[in-house]
């Protein structure tokens, strides 16, 4: 079963914008990823947050992590029409023994 | 560097038959997965290499689903016979090795559409 739920599912910006996609997990993690996915192509790793983190930043992406709510958000400022994509939360347990969980996306439309 | 190769790139078979994928990993990875991803939902473990020996398949329907690494490097996934509900894009990743915080590197993918 799938561990992580994006919310929204499906989220429509104006260039410029910020886009705020958010996650929820059942289980205690180790670390918690997000993957962007283009149409038709493989997912890529956008940042790591560790169990022990909050917040951690990467260029124009901000990722906040609450372990007591269960909940990661991914904020993606300034949005430009080549981030339309899908973002997914993946989730390490926190035995850190299990591969990652991936949650079902949220599809991300940026338009110009 | 070169990434994840996988082909084909699409597949389309009649259900009952038997289908094959093929993935080449980054260089010096030692973890291969392959995931199952159904259109409209996030990619799904169908199993997990650390180089030629399997880590978890706990998610592999076994009666039609078998997948090697044989020599720790490129890897095969097979379907036979295959169902109408396997109709997904199959997707190959690799890391440098089993660490909790390594990152995946993913191919393109199959598309397989099962009629």
């Known amino acids: 079963s799938q561990q992580g739920e994006e919310d929204p599912q499906a989220l429509s910006i104006q260039e410029g914008e910020n886009a705020t996609m958010n996650c929820s997990y059942k289980?205690?993690?180790?670390?918690l990823q997000w993957y962007r996915q283009n149409s038709g192509r493989g997912l890529v790793h956008l940042i790591l947050?560790?169990?022990?983190?909050r917040e951690k930043h990467s260029g124009r992406l901000r990722v906040t992590l609450d372990t007591s709510k269960k909940s990661s958000s991914l904020l993606i400022t300034a949005s430009r029409a080549a981030d339309t994509a899908s973002y997914f939360c993946a989730t390490v347990h926190i035995t850190g023994n299990t591969p990652l969980v991936f949650g079902k996306g949220t599809r991300l439309s940026v338009i110009a | 560097e070169a990434g994840v190769a996988q082909s084909p790139r699409y597949k389309i078979i009649e259900k009952r038959q038997s289908v094959a994928f093929w993935c080449n990993p980054i260089?010096?990875?030692?973890?291969l997965y392959w995931y199952q991803q159904i259109l409209g939902q996030g990619p799904k473990l169908l199993i997990q290499f650390q180089n030629n020996g399997v880590v978890d398949d706990s998610q592999l329907p076994k009666d039609r689903f078998s997948a090697e690494r044989l020599k720790g490097v490129d890897s095969t996934l097979k379907i036979q016979p295959a169902k109408l509900e396997d109709s997904a894009v199959y997707l190959c990743a690799s890391s440098l090795d089993l660490g909790s915080t390594e990152k995946l590197f993913f191919g393109s993918g199959t598309q397989l559409s099962v009629l």
């Open positions: 947050i560790r169990s022990n983190e």
């Open positions: 289980t205690s993690i180790n670390n």
């Open positions: 260089s010096g990875h030692a973890t």
